[in-house]
């Protein structure tokens, strides 16, 4: 059974940083397409990052040169390195692992950017 634990949010200033952590279990990371998705009161959940198994990296443009998505396959977790953040940035944010017709998601975790 293919769980994911999320980890790193909480609040944070504008400008601010923060990393989130996202361990599976029960499988090997390496597989798995890895990807973080964000969701916001009212609004549907978006795509913010992804990770291929080969290191391919594809990240929304709302959020481009400010966050970042990494993957460290002997850890089996999943980074998302959230930089200059914004109060719009403010959202529950999920990890995803995608392997075939598997998908997989953590329980998400909240990040709430305000002064």
């Known amino acids: 059974q293919v769980q994911l634990v999320e980890s790193g949010g909480g609040l944070v200033h504008p400008g601010g940083s923060l990393r989130l952590s996202c361990v599976l279990s029960g499988s090997n990371l390496s597989s798995f397409r890895m990807g973080w998705y964000r969701q916001a009161p009212g609004n549907q959940r978006e795509l913010v990052a992804q990770v291929t198994p080969l290191g391919t990296l594809n990240i929304a443009d709302s959020v481009k040169g400010r966050f970042t998505a990494s993957r460290d396959n002997a850890a089996n977790t999943a980074y998302l390195n959230m930089n200059s953040l914004k109060p719009a940035d403010t959202a529950v944010y999920y990890c995803?692992?995608?392997?075939?017709?598997?998908?997989?998601w953590g329980q998400g975790t909240q990040v709430t950017v305000s002064s």
């Open positions: 995803n692992a995608e392997l075939g017709t598997n998908t997989y």
